[in-house]
């Protein structure tokens, strides 16, 4: 019998599409129940990605119950759930195109909001990003980071774009899927790295407006979103 083979995946999403594949062979049967998991050694060469994307895919099976650990070995589970192939992947989907929604609007905003503010409105914004730190609570972040975008909002000198950007940020608080990654207990390690990125993101974006550097700013908001983007898409299940 030839040995288990995995073809390579895109680098796009890859712990996602490394998990579905996966989890494909699974329900298959090609993975049978019962069985050990392939080395993680061995599916980082077969998928041609690196070990932690091979990490986050056995972890997201884990969370699903497709996969069991025993030891320091991974087994597929003797019984697997009835869990729809792609049903998380929707939930995510939908928080990526909020987070679109974001990357259009606020790297603007974070540029206009540098060449227009006022010094009192420069000062607030310093002011509150200075209060983020990376070990607050999830509820006292969320409600500072929305004080601090709409500060920024509100700086940008175009009462238009700061009404459209409150309602796009009302959609994302507002968001079940939103809510339910960042308030799932096996999300827990992944939402404090949130909350330690954007502590550090709110302060360089702060630093950009407050100096008049519209570049900084706007590349400041967009790596900002970026890697939370990555954190949520990407690590949470």
Wanted: aromatic share 6%; with cysteine.
């Amino acid at each position: 019998m030839d040995p288990l083979r995995f073809a390579p995946v895109s680098r796009a999403t890859v712990s996602e599409k490394v998990r579905d594949s996966l989890l494909e062979s699974i329900r298959d049967g090609v993975l049978a129940p019962g069985a050990r998991f392939p080395a993680e050694r061995t599916l980082c060469e077969q998928f041609g990605v690196a070990r932690t994307s091979v990490r986050e895919a056995v972890q997201g099976l884990v969370f699903l119950g497709c996969v069991i650990k025993r030891g320091n070995r991974f087994f597929v589970a003797e019984s697997l759930p009835d869990v729809p192939l792609g049903a998380d992947d929707q939930r995510k989907r939908n928080v990526s195109e909020l987070f679109e929604v974001r990357q259009v609007m606020e790297v603007a905003i974070a540029r206009l909001a540098a060449l227009r503010s006022s010094e009192a409105e420069r000062a607030h914004i310093t002011a509150l990003a200075d209060r983020f730190g990376a070990g607050m609570g999830l509820e006292d972040f969320r409600d500072l980071d929305r004080r601090f975008h709409l500060a920024l909002a509100r700086a940008c000198g175009n009462p238009t774009l700061h009404e459209l950007y409150r309602k796009a940020l009302d959609a994302v608080f507002d968001s079940e899927d939103f809510s339910s990654l960042l308030d799932a207990e096996d999300n827990a390690g992944a939402v404090r790295e949130v909350i330690a990125e954007a502590s550090l993101a709110h302060v360089r974006i702060a630093a950009g407006v407050s100096g008049g550097d519209a570049r900084a700013a706007a590349l400041a908001a967009a790596d900002h979103l970026g890697e939370v983007e990555k954190h949520m898409i990407a690590r949470m299940f």
